[in-house]
Structure formats: C-alpha cells, structure tokens
C-alpha cells in the first residue's frame, strides 16, 4: 500500500514530540534555575565574588578582578582600558573584536575572560612594536582599507591570524577565510587587495 | 605661475589612517573616566499601548545598580516639539524618549537602567517589571496601502522638494505610444547598521557643564538638541565626535542613547556611557518599505513619449519622513508628458530616517528598471536607449545643467567593461552552468551646498590650523580638508591642521547628502583666501616691505611664502610676517553662503553609470555579481584615493540592497524579527568581486567655487537596477522586488 506513514513512522514521530517536550521542560526549567541563581548571586553579595583573572596582554602581565560573566571583550576594553578593539555585535556576528590569543584568532565578545585566565592576548594596539606598524596596518593605509576605521582592529587581527593557519593562498581563499569580519563602509575589495599585498610578501621572503 | 605642489587631485592616504590602524583613534565609547557609570537601556516588547505597571525595586536593590529611569521618575523637561525638533526633523511631533506611558512602536526605549559596570545594568535591565495594555496596530505598508496620503510640508520640503508638476497629457500619450510598459517595485525596511554601536559619553563637568562624546553626524545638532530639551546653555554643552564609525545617516538625527546619557548624567552629577546593543541597533531610523508603480511609453525609435512614477512610503504616526523617490526620472529623460506621485502611509513603527542615497536608490530602482524594459520592448540596446534619450538640460525644471558629462560615464564605462559583447537576447549568454547576464543603469544624485563657517589661523610657528565643526563619518573629510587648504595657502599638508569633530568650532551642518566637501569645503576655501588677504597686508606693511606696490593678485602663495608674481627672488616667508605680527597667531573667520543667485538658474547634479555582469546559477538560482563598473562625472574630485573608496562603498551597498540585505517584519506582532547581523545579510568579503570606478572629467564653474559635487551617495543609485537587469539578461526573469534572493528565480 503506498501510505506515506508507517504505524513504526507514526510511533517514532509521537517519540519525538514527547522528546521534544522533555527537553523544552528541562530546558525550561534550567532557564529558570540559571535566573534564580544570577539573581541570588547578584543580589546577595558574598554568594560569588569577582576573582582574579591575569592575562598577558601585548607582553605585559595584567591582573583584573572580574565577575565570573565579564566577556574577554569587555575585560579587555572597559577593564584592561585598551579600547582599540571594537564591539559591533557581542554575539560573535561581525568580527569587530577579534583578537589572537594564544596564537589564535577568536572573537573575544564569545569568549568569557575567565576561561582565558593565564593566556597572552594581542590585541591591535599590540600588533607591532610601540611606534612601528605592522606589514598589514602600513598596507592597510595604503590600500585604503577602511573608511571609518571602527572593522578595522578586528580585521587586521583577522588577517594576521589567517595568515598563521596557513590555509588561504588564492585571492578567493583570503575572500572566504576573512568573511567572519564585516565592513559596513564598504572597504571590502580594499580590505582583500592590502592582505594579499602582505601575503605576497611574506610568500617571496 | 601657480604652486607647485597642488594638493587637490593628489590621492593622498587618509590622514587619520595611523590612528584607524593601530586602535587609537577614540570613538564616542571609548572614553574611559574615573567614576563613569554604564547605561542599560529597556526597550518595549509590544509595538502599542500604554504601560500599566512599572516595578523597578528588584534591580534597585541590587547592589552596583545606580538607579533606574522610567517615564515615572525622569526629569521635567522642556514642553515644544520645537525644542525637540533637531537639523534633520520632518514635519511632524519628534519622538520623546521617556516621555509618558505610551507606546508608540516595537522597540521603544522605556527604561534606563544605571549602575556601575556594564554587566549588572544589562542584568538590571532583566529585573524590572513592566506590565502592558495593548492595542491595536497596523505596520504593513502593502496592506494599508489604500489609506495613502499627501506628505505634510516643513522645513525638510527645501532640501527634499516634492514632486514636479505634471506635464503634458500623461494618459492619452501613453495609450497611444507603440511601446508600453508598466510595472510594481517593492523593496522592504532596511536598517543602517553602522557598525559601530550608537554610543554617547556625557562627561558631567559640574556647575551645568556637559562634555559628550557622541556618535554623530552634527555635532552642533546634538548640541541644539540637548541644549534645548535640558535647559542648558550652548555654550555650556560641547559635543565632540571626531571618529564616528560608520553612520549613512542614521545619525543625522539625535538618537535616544543621546537623550538618556545626559539626562541621567545630569540627574545622577556623574559621567555615563550609554550603549546600545546590536538589536536596540533596529529600534530607531530606517530606510522605509516603499511601493512603486512605472508606466513609461516610447515610440519605436525608442523616444520615450511619457512617464508615470507613483511612490508610497511608509511613515510614523507622529512624523511625515519624505524621500524624493519620483523627481529623478524627468531630470533624465525629456518626455512630453509626465505624471509624478508621492504619498506616505502612517504605520506605528518609529520615523524612517535618511539612508545613504535616500529616495534615489529607491527611484532609480524602478525608473532604470522601467527603461530596461522599454529597452527590450522596442528592440533597442538598453545603453542606446538612453542615449537616444539623452538630455543636455534638466526639462524638469527648464534649465540647464550646471555641468553634466553623463554621456562620457555612459561611453567610458562601456567600453572599459566590454559592453559590445553582450549579446542582446535573455538566457543567451553562459559560463558553465552559470547564466551569464550584463546590465546597465544610470544614476543622478543632487550636488548641494549648504551655509558653513571656518577659521583659518596662521599659528606663531607658521602653520596653518583650519577649524570647523564638521564630522568625519569615514568619507575622508578630514584629509580632504587639508588638501584644500593647503593648496589655498600654497602650504605643504604636513604644516596643514584641520581640526573638527567639536561643537565649539565654527558652524557646520550635518554631514550627509553628499554635500559635505561643497559646504565645508567651500567655507575652508573663503577662510583660507580671506587669511591670504590678511597675511598681504601685513606683509605690505612691513617695513621696506618687497610688496609696497602690489595688490593681491601679484603675488603668489607658495611653500609656506608670498611670492612677487613678476619676480620671484622677491619674497616674504609665513613666519616672517608672524614676527611682523608681534609674534601674535594671525586668525580669520569666514561664513561661506551658496551664491543663490547664479545657482537657481541651474540644475546641480552627480550623474554615473553602472555596468554589471551576474553569474546565475540556473539550478539553485544564487546570484554573484561578477564585475562591475561605475562611472562617475561628480565635478572634480579632490581626493581620488577616498573618492574612489566611497563609490566602492556605495556600489557594494547597492550589491546588498540588490541581493541582501533586509529588516523582516511581522506584520502580527508590529516587530522586525531578523534584528542582528547574522539575520540581517550585508555582503561579506567571499560576497565582492571585481569592482571598478571611473572618474569622468568633469568642469563646473557654477556648482561652487571648487567645482565640486559629492561621492557619498552616487556609487549606490544605479547599481541595484543595473543588477536587477542582468538577472533578466542572465534568466529573463524579471524581479521587481529587493533583495532578490534566490528562490524567486528557481
């Protein structure tokens, strides 16, 4: 018979909606649990306090003292004071905020500070040594790779980290391997011509 | 003999571009005090109503939390809409932040929520309670569409004029032309997204004194604006805003993180940032839903006989927001009978705002799309087609242009995009699997100028320091500027300042319209040729001065000098004339006005042309714009580094308007529902390919006195149709709503 639905269909479908319930209950009341809990925490001081976290950030030790849910970004910028890097969502959307950390480029909005308690961070004001540019920042000038500059941390940070994991040569692969970093202005051919002037470089060194 | 180091016409790299690079360049957030305290701000879940209950007692108690504002507990303020109203406010009652119980749309800010870090006033935010009675709604323009009305007039009708007159007899000469078209254009909310967050830092001075960082395009603006609704002096507010991260107009108006920053910094006598997040990003100005209707006619030698362009905007309740949408199609093409409409539709969302090229994008949309139409209909190639209707003069006004070398972009732009090898018929070109389709589509923008102030000081060291009040929102106002300058004073930029980004400077309007580099850049000119004038007099009084006997235009200014044109070992150098100062800063003050007078005989206008290849692939219907050329006769351009980068942006804004990018609304819940960067789609960097500008030569002694006409908004206008015309090249589908996304052309 060409019935679309088996009685074994049908059974595993009414498993799945009763699945589906369960987990959304539970999901639920784990929601709750988490703002019952943020809300003692937070209302009852001395329930969590604020710890130490320390971070290497461009070379140079730094101690902060941060509640548990600060964002590596907002350590970075409203803690650290270093305000170069940008946030432009907070949800790991737009890329303003990358930094490298251990070696590796990550969104720091993504990234709670206390996870990376003990890493060492760059960040763009330490990209290059103090009163030098980076290859990509003097390419970036040149190659007017910005217009309102507010991406621009982010995707200089982006660029350097991409060109550690080794993995874009071609034009098209730079292209896709930058697209976590959005520029509004519009800089976008710019932004790609200045990483692959760097490339080049570092390919005929 | 003129200076030999002419800086205009150099492409000079951005003067801030080290700050840009290294992250020190401060935007409005980044301002870091002692003491400052972080704002969070509550934002209605319902799109109206009133609220009936309001409990901010739990987050109070949390310790760190400063305080919360609602409509209940916020400061008298002042009572006319006048004082609300800023530069750029519509006819119509400006919105009030915390103004009453009411709810006027989704999204409004209700609450402010104050505390000593970031964390805990947005977990503030969470504890306050706020109950709601809801009414009824309505926020789909298409389904209210009926209820269309004439716009309101104001102020803004000087700068936004409304429709031309008709013309001839629409209706009969469409009937009887050989050749019709008609057509509906649809394109949806779009919201700016600069990507920096809207930011303001009030700095509390004390004794009533306001020092704001805030994201803006005018500083003055924001400064009249807080002034006025707080009580404040002006001169006790100082707005500064000189790194502004992105803006295309969204910050033309005051937003309301402005508002609540000063208002609970002058409440709590404490410095506050107020920040919103990427989804308060949606809560206020927007391109607006626009419904258009074409019916263009030609006779069979492709003459274009009548035009008919109906636009229906969406606004609020409580502002008339215009566009000039159907003005630009009879600035183009000299039909005999025209037949121009604009109405606007209330919907309870907030006020639309001005979006980079606002109205032009939108118009050209549907009138470029039209001619490609009547292109295919009369068997005439859509680049001939409009040369066949090429007009030398503005007929929508009877006057001529100031200059208009669009005949140049259309040839240029041709050529250099090998225009002669696309082959006339739909689906007739392919690459692979890849449909291959070339598009054309012309672009008009209107070159302004509007009344601005700068001081030109010759500082004791021999430099030369420019003042103005203007912004700079990424389109190199700053190093164009000092291009300016320097070449008026015969200077080398490196002795060139231009300071800006500060209320306290000379007048300035807003940054916007593509009249910036016309309106600054004239009042820099005037400044700095009523400074030569003072400098010569000094110095033709100087004793034994070489000049005794000549006049102003004998001399020449060059390398930081004046210079006896007839003989030049004769000369007196800047610093010299200083010590012939008393060793005092030698400072002028210059308003620079439109010459009104030679300008209203002319037209003014940008105009381009944009060619575009798609590659569609026929199975799963994506789209990528392969390559593109925009040429551009915009005047002289002063900077073709930044100019060309802002034509770039544009063309890559039109790629996202054509293909992207769009605010979905739920017409149930009166809510945009994709109100985050990841949902709402702008090209990323895999998304751009080859793009290409061309600057045609273009001469204007009329527009004003450096010829120039603005590159902010005339990248982005002929782009979405050029694009909207490949797909039909490419597919023969012809899609008349933006963005065209994929399923449309399975």
Redesign the interface.
């Known amino acids: 018979m060409g019935s679309i639905f088996s009685f074994e269909d049908g059974f595993l479908f009414l498993r799945s909606i009763q699945l589906l319930g369960i987990i959304v209950i539970v999901s639920i009341d784990v929601y709750q649990c988490y703002?019952t809990m943020?809300?003692e925490i937070?209302?009852k001081?001395g329930l969590i306090r604020s710890g130490q976290v320390s971070l290497k950030v461009n070379g140079n030790p730094v101690q902060l003292n941060l509640?548990p849910?600060?964002s590596l970004l907002?350590a970075i910028?409203?803690h650290a004071?270093?305000?170069?890097?940008?946030?432009?969502?907070?949800?790991g959307?737009?890329g303003?905020c990358t930094v490298i950390c251990d070696g590796k480029r990550i969104v720091s909005c993504l990234t709670l500070a206390v996870m990376k308690d003990g890493s060492e961070i760059t960040?763009?004001?330490g990209v290059?040594p103090e009163g030098d540019?980076h290859p990509l920042?003097k390419a970036?000038?040149?190659h007017?790779a910005?217009?309102?500059?507010?991406?621009?941390?982010g995707q200089?940070c982006s660029a350097i980290g991409m060109m550690k994991e080794g993995k874009a040569k071609s034009r098209?692969e730079?292209?896709?391997l930058?697209?976590?970093?959005?520029?509004?202005?519009?800089?976008?051919?710019?932004?790609?011509d200045a990483i692959m002037e760097v490339q080049n470089q570092d390919a005929h060194e | 003999m003129e200076a030999s180091q002419k800086q205009v016409g150099q492409p000079l790299?951005?003067l801030?571009?080290?700050?840009?690079?290294?992250?020190?360049?401060?935007?409005s957030?980044?301002y870091?005090v002692p003491g400052l305290l972080y704002g969070y701000v509550i934002n209605s879940t319902i799109t109206k109503g009133k609220i009936t209950r309001l409990d901010t007692g739990?987050a109070k108690?949390?310790?760190g939390i400063v305080e919360v504002f609602t409509y209940e507990n916020r400061p008298s303020l002042a009572w006319f809409d006048l004082q609300y109203a800023d530069m750029d406010a519509p006819p119509g009652s400006p919105f009030r932040p915390l103004q009453d119980e009411e709810i006027l749309y989704n999204g409004q800010p209700i609450g402010l929520v104050v505390a000593e870090?970031?964390?805990?006033a947005r977990?503030g935010a969470?504890?306050v309670e706020v109950e709601c009675e809801e009414e009824a709604f309505e926020t789909d323009l298409r389904k209210e569409a009926s209820k269309a009305r004439s716009p309101k007039i104001g102020m803004a009708t000087m700068l936004k004029p409304l429709p031309p007159r008709p013309k001839g007899k629409f209706e009969k000469a469409y009937q009887e032309s050989p050749a019709q078209v008609s057509a509906e254009y649809y394109h949806g909310t779009e919201h700016h997204?600069?990507?920096?967050?809207f930011a303001t830092t009030t700095i509390y001075e004390g004794d009533g004194k306001l020092t704001i960082y805030d994201k803006t395009q005018g500083t003055i603006n924001s400064q009249l604006y807080v002034s006025n609704i707080f009580g404040l002096k002006y001169k006790d507010v100082r707005v500064i805003s000189p790194?502004?991260?992105?803006?295309?107009g969204s910050a033309l108006r005051p937003q309301y993180q402005l508002f609540l920053s000063v208002m609970a910094a002058l409440e709590l006598k404490q410095s506050v940032l107020v920040?919103l997040?990427?989804q308060q990003m949606f809560t206020f100005g927007h391109r607006p839903p626009t419904i258009q209707q074409t019916r263009f006619s030609a006779d069979m030698d492709g003459k274009v006989t009548a035009m008919n362009h109906l636009a229906i905007g969406e606004t609020s309740r409580f502002e008339d927001y215009t566009e000039v949408v159907v003005n630009w199609s009879h600035m183009l093409y000299p039909a005999a009978n025209t037949l121009m409409q604009y109405k606007l539709v209330e919907l309870d969302v907030y006020s639309p705002l001005d979006m980079r090229s606002p109205g032009g994008s939108t118009g050209m949309h549907a009138i470029e799309s039209t001619m490609d139409e009547l292109a295919y209909k009369t068997k005439i190639d859509p680049l001939q087609l409009r040369l066949i209707n090429y007009s030398e003069d503005d007929v929508s006004l009877n006057r001529p242009y100031s200059s208009k070398e669009l005949r140049q972009c259309y040839l240029q732009g041709a050529e250099r995009f090998g225009w002669d090898k696309r082959s006339p018929e739909p689906r007739s070109m392919r690459r692979g699997n890849k449909l291959v389709g070339y598009g054309m589509a012309t672009g008009i923008w209107e070159a302004n100028q509007l009344p601005a102030k700068a001081d030109a000081i010759l500082t004791t060291d021999g430099k030369l320091r420019v003042n103005s009040a203007v912004t700079d929102?990424?389109?190199?106002t700053l190093t164009v500027m000092t291009q300016i300058a320097a070449d008026e004073l015969g200077m080398k930029i490196e002795d060139v300042e231009f300071l800006y980004g500060d209320s306290k400077k000379p007048f300035a309007p807003i940054q916007g319209g593509s009249f910036t580099v016309s309106t600054v850049g004239s009042a820099v000119k005037v400044a700095g040729a009523a400074l030569k004038k003072k400098l010569f007099s000094i110095a033709k009084k100087m004793k034994d001065s070489v000049f005794s006997k000549a006049d102003l235009k004998e001399v020449v200014f060059e390398d930081s000098r004046i210079f006896l044109r007839s003989d030049r070992s004769k000369s007196v150098s800047f610093l010299e004339i200083i010590e012939a100062n008393g060793g005092k800063p030698i400072k002028v003050s210059k308003f620079s006005v439109p010459s009104l007078l030679k300008q209203k005989k002319y037209s003014r206008a940008t105009h381009s042309a944009a060619f575009v290849e798609v590659e569609v692939d026929e199975q799963l219907g994506i789209v990528n714009v392969t390559r593109a050329i925009t040429a551009v006769a915009a005047g002289k351009i002063i900077n073709p580094?930044?100019a060309?980068?802002?034509i770039?942006?544009?063309?890559?804004?039109g790629i996202s308007k054509a293909l992207r990018e769009e605010t979905i609304q739920d017409f149930n819940l009166g809510k945009y529902m994709n109100q985050?960067?990841?949902e709402y789609h702008?090209?990323?960097?895999?998304?751009?390919h080859e793009?290409d500008v061309i600057f045609v030569e273009e001469n204007d002694e009329i527009v004003n006195a450096l010829g120039v006409k603005g590159v902010g908004e005339i990248g982005l206008v002929a782009m979405p149709p050029a694009i909207a015309n490949a797909i039909y090249h490419a597919t023969g589908k012809r899609i008349n709503q933006l963005p065209i996304h994929f399923d449309s052309l399975l």
């Open positions: 703002i943020l809300t937070v209302e001081p509640l849910w600060v907002d910028r409203d004071g270093l305000t170069g890097t940008k946030k432009g969502c907070d949800h959307q737009c303003a960040t763009i004001e290059a540019l920042q970036f000038i040149e007017d910005f217009q309102c500059g507010y991406c621009t941390p200089i098209e730079v292209k896709e930058m697209s976590g970093n959005l520029c509004r202005c519009g800089a976008n051919t710019n932004i790609i | 790299s951005r801030e571009g080290q700050l840009k690079v290294t992250g020190t360049a401060k935007y957030g980044d870091q739990r108690a949390v310790p870090s970031f964390e805990l977990y969470t504890l997204n600069p990507l920096e967050l790194y502004v991260g992105g803006a295309f920040t997040d990427r929102i990424g389109t190199g580094k930044t060309r980068s802002q770039l942006g544009g063309m890559i804004w985050n960067l990841a702008i090209p990323v960097h895999a998304d751009i793009l």
